[in-house]
């Protein structure tokens, strides 16, 4: 039975105490000195107490002690190369010979002194949990660099330098650091995980020449037994070589190129998850090139790979079952709910997305964990619980090492031992520590288990196990399945299941493939009968597969995920169109996976902050992969909107105005590339204005048309129209290969047009049409503010003065946007012809309805018949044009529904009549809309909208007669 922990504290830091004074009797002269110092006195007791290791380290050897505090190197942090430069001056200060005896002693003298140095500091609160990770493992690279350069230099003095048979340039060694050691944290008496590399086969250029795998094998050699052995001073580290290819029974040390055909060849899966530590200790100038072309690929995907669970669940029960036979239950590392489960979580994520997202392949755990929740892979709650155990646990790692610098995980059973460590972590008992150190493993193991079994779990959503449905079997067995599976249209199903077998994608699935579809299937026949359209709702899923093809990678996806296979039922029984989304872009089967896929609204503030994650992952790419990373982004944030409008309802004026965000942030973000691209090779534009200062100029993007009056609708095209503010003397940019202001204004314009249009592997972002410009393909591409407004008030016909009305400035530079805001408004109010005007625009319409109408007997064409929507539009335009003079006021919104209203409110437009064109128009576009959805034309019966259209028609002919006073 314990006792309470004050007086088992009380007792241990006693013992302390008769230590020291006995310490101090036996050699006064130097620890008098010593305990001068306050924060020595005060911080002692605790750190001897709970480490043994220090403790008898400092008794053995008071001076290392005193060198720390005299020094300062005890109370401050260390700089980030002060470890470097340390072992360098002990080296010259203590090493007097090349002799590799006098070499190991050095080096267990300088790890001796430096794990004194960092515990002391950890165990007092001087340091933080990164600080101390960091450092351990800086020491640890230190001296790996250190063995490596004297036992290289030796061998080269004995064999000669080792060079490339291709290259003949001298070969250094790589040595990677893996594990803990690979993240920069690893613990305190961590054992070291390395692979050893040489670049290139050859032999050494020597009088005693051999070739480079024996050269880089006896290296390899030495530095283990420089590092390993033990000593009376004990030893470095522990070195593990078994994470190497083939492992123990694999060669110590490989060249590049039979490390690259080992991992083509034979790499396994849990050396994907090794792999994402490797870190270069050593030849580090050669690791880019090494990781982006052996390393990267093996490791990342391009797709998102789910696959890894499968895996990650074997790997997970290989440990289960060691832990059960060396009863490992209170490791806390191994154990349920330890530090290996946290690891496992962050790797898998970064497995499964580090392809597509570079920020997600870093080796530091804690610098990843948080990205999770950038990415919507983790929740913000989870992410914390995870961070905070996963600090908890390594403090609790370390003080369970620090005790006598043992590789120890295992919750100790002596009750001595326990109150002293209870005690190191700074809780009052035993059995409080227990409760805490649960908790923390409780919230892992929880998080763990959704994270990669419960999502899992084969039921087919009612509660029966499921496990796979045979696909190869006759017909009349399949029959009998679909019927224990209570499947509705099973005659029509089943149909649909032997094309699926006779059809040149299945015939194509590898084994895998084959296996992950028919749990799949086990899966999803069930959920048909609910749906009720079965076998249309299975054949949008087959279809999709179809498309997915042998990227099986996708099923890998559903079938770890149940939420998400689910929504993908739901949705293809809801919609031909959004089935049609995820077979033209299988990545959407990802956004299926978040739950706030369903739970909130799509907003511009999401968008937003989604473009800002997909602006980090375009960072490092070249121009075409960012172009489809903003692809990637237009098609998950329009998909949201269409799952939002088909099964929550959004209201279809929210629908637009998230499709027009959409566009506007993909267009500001095309820009943005598209500058940088042009200015990288030309330099900034510059201009020196009309008070002789020297400016920069900016183009601006303004939207005409659906865009510029809110009104995007799914495939909208975009009507775009380029600005620019160079004007005065001087007009050039800046750089190297420095052009006029014009020219690189046309390739600005030029770029970004095919930055919007170019295809990639998921399509284009969008169809651009740019001929709303002044003289329109005739046209410059791109035209000054100034020549804009020349233009609109002096050639403009009246139909562009119409246009101008749903025109808005929606990327570029503020002011300048700002100057084109009071540019439209001007024209608007000062150059319309209103003589005629009518006559205008009644033509112009009566053109359209003579070519543009789809209509056939029985029909109309809801947008260009008379009654439909360009009659309604028109009427507007007019009246916006015909008083914006004096009441300049209409003008300011761009889209039908706030012009109309703002008619009625300045009493131009008797409120009644707005009001009935204001339905009209929302009832037309509500029915556009659906139409769009169904992938059908602007075309309904005669028998629709009949009296929305005599209305229509009753108001145009009343307003639009040829003579008469419209007020």
């Not at 109370?75 to 203590?94: H, K, N, S």
């Not at 961070?387 to 009750?415: G, K, S």
């Not at 039921?459 to 496990?467: I, S, Y």
């Not at 009309?690 to 005409?704: D, F, K, L």
Request: with cysteine; net charge negative.
């Amino acid at each position: 039975m314990t006792t309470a922990i004050s007086d088992t504290a009380q007792q241990l830091l006693a013992r302390t105490e008769a230590r020291l004074a006995a310490a101090r009797e036996d050699n006064p002269e130097i620890w008098g000195p010593i305990l001068e110092d306050k924060r020595v006195v005060e911080s002692l007791p605790r750190v001897w107490t709970c480490s043994e290791f220090v403790a008898t380290s400092c008794i053995r050897s008071p001076a290392l002690l005193s060198d720390l505090i005299a020094n300062g190197q005890l109370f401050e942090r260390a700089p980030a190369d002060w470890l470097a430069q340390e072992i360098e001056a002990r080296v010259g200060a203590e090493l007097g010979s090349d002799s590799e005896a006098d070499l190991m002693e050095f080096l267990r003298r300088f790890r001796r002194r430096n794990m004194v140095r960092i515990a002391w500091r950890d165990i007092a609160g001087w340091a933080t949990l990164d600080e101390t990770l960091h450092d351990l493992s800086k020491l640890a690279d230190v001296c790996i660099d250190l063995v490596y350069r004297r036992m290289y230099a030796a061998l080269v003095a004995r064999y000669g330098t080792p060079r490339g048979a291709e290259s003949g340039e001298a070969q250094p060694m790589m040595i990677l650091g893996m594990g803990k050691l690979g993240g920069g944290e690893l613990n305190f008496s961590s054992d070291i995980d390395l692979i050893l590399l040489y670049p290139e086969d050859g032999e050494t250029d020597g009088a005693r020449a051999i070739d480079n795998a024996e050269f880089f094998l006896r290296l390899g050699q030495k530095i283990v037994q420089q590092l390993a052995t033990p000593t009376v001073e004990g030893f470095v580290y522990r070195v593990d070589l078994r994470l190497r290819p083939f492992g123990d029974s694999g060669r110590l040390a490989l060249s590049f190129a039979s490390f690259e055909h080992y991992l083509q060849q034979h790499g396994r899966d849990w050396e994907r998850y090794a792999y994402v530590k490797a870190r270069a200790l050593t030849s580090t100038e050669q690791f880019p090139s090494l990781y982006d072309e052996v390393l990267r690929p093996f490791v990342y995907r391009r797709y998102l790979d789910f696959s890894v669970f499968e895996s990650l669940r074997d790997m997970k029960a290989m440990i289960a079952r060691e832990v059960e036979r060396r009863e490992l239950k209170d490791n806390i590392k191994l154990g349920p709910g330890g530090i290996r489960e946290i690891e496992f979580i962050v790797q898998a994520f970064q497995l499964i997305r580090g392809g597509s997202d570079r920020r997600l392949q870093g080796k530091e755990l804690r610098i990843i964990l948080p990205q999770l929740v950038g990415q919507r892979l983790l929740r913000e709650g989870a992410v914390q619980e995870l961070q905070a155990a996963y600090e908890y646990l390594r403090v609790l790692e370390n003080r369970l090492q620090q005790w006598n610098d043992e590789q120890t995980h295992q919750l100790p059973e002596d009750a001595e031992a326990r109150q002293r460590l209870a005690f190191a972590m700074n809780v009052g008992s035993w059995d409080e520590l227990v409760a805490i150190t649960g908790a923390h493993r409780q919230r892992v193991e929880r998080y763990f288990t959704q994270t990669v079994f419960g999502p899992a779990e084969r039921t087919d959503g009612l509660g029966h196990a499921v496990e796979t449905f045979d696909v190869d079997a006759d017909a009349t067995e399949r029959a009998r399945m679909l019927e224990s599976c209570g499947v509705a249209e099973s005659e029509a199903i089943n149909a649909r299941l032997e094309e699926l077998r006779t059809s040149a994608y299945y015939r194509r699935l590898d084994e895998t493939g084959r296996r992950r579809l028919r749990e799949l299937l086990a899966r999803i026949l069930p959920m048909l009968s609910s749906t009720g359209v079965a076998t249309a709702t299975l054949a949008r899923i087959l279809r999709i597969f179809e498309m997915i093809g042998g990227r099986t990678v996708y099923l890998a996806l559903l079938t770890e995920n149940a939420a998400a296979l689910r929504r993908l039922v739901e949705l293809c029984a809801r919609s031909q169109f959004l089935a049609d989304q995820i077979a033209a872009q299988p990545l959407l089967l990802d956004e299926l996976i978040d739950e706030r896929f369903v739970e909130e609204a799509p907003s511009r503030a999401q968008f937003a902050i989604d473009l800002a994650a997909s602006r980090g992952r375009m960072q490092q790419e070249d121009p075409e992969r960012q172009v489809e990373i903003l692809r990637q982004f237009q098609g998950a944030a329009t998909f949201r909107v269409a799952v939002a409008d088909l099964t929550a309802g959004l209201p279809l004026m929210k629908v637009s105005d998230r499709l027009t965000d959409i566009a506007e942030l993909i267009v500001q973000e095309a820009l943005s590339l598209a500058w940088a691209q042009i200015t990288h090779k030309h330099g900034v534009p510059r201009y020196v204005d009309e008070q002789g200062e020297s400016r920069t100029a900016s183009m601006i993007v303004v939207a005409y048309g659906k865009l510029g009056g809110l009104e995007l609708g799914y495939g909208s095209d975009l009507d775009l129209v380029f600005l620019h503010d160079s004007s005065g003397e001087s007009q050039k940019t800046d750089g190297a290969q420095s052009v006029e202001n014009t020219v690189f204004f046309q390739r600005l314009g030029q770029r970004l047009v095919h930055l919007l249009t170019v295809h990639t592997a998921s399509g284009r972002l969008y169809e651009v049409d740019t001929r709303l410009r002044p003289s329109g393909n005739r046209g410059l591409l791109v035209q000054s503010l100034a020549a804009f407004r020349e233009y609109e008030f002096h050639e403009a016909w009246t139909w562009e003065h119409q246009s101008l009305l749903r025109a808005r400035a929606i990327a570029g530079d503020r002011r300048v946007c700002e100057q084109f805001e009071q540019a439209r408004i001007d024209v608007l109010r000062k150059a319309v012809k209103r003589e005629g005007l009518k006559d205008e625009v009644r033509k112009m319409r009566q053109r359209m309805r003579d070519n543009l109408s789809k209509a056939r007997p029985g029909q109309v064409d809801l947008k260009q018949d008379a009654g439909g929507v360009a009659d309604l539009e028109f009427l507007v335009q007019y009246w916006m044009l015909e008083w914006a003079d004096r009441y300049p006021e209409i003008v300011t919104f761009s889209d039908n529904i706030r012009q109309l209203e703002s008619l009625g409110s300045g009493n131009l437009v008797p409120q009644a009549r707005v009001d009935f064109l204001v339905d009209t128009y929302r009832k037309y576009r509500q029915r556009l809309h659906r139409l769009a959805l169904d992938g059908a034309k602007n075309v309904v019966g005669d028998t629709e909208f009949v009296e929305e259209r005599r209305g229509v028609v009753e108001v145009w002919q009343e307003v639009m007669r040829e003579a008469g006073d419209l007020r």
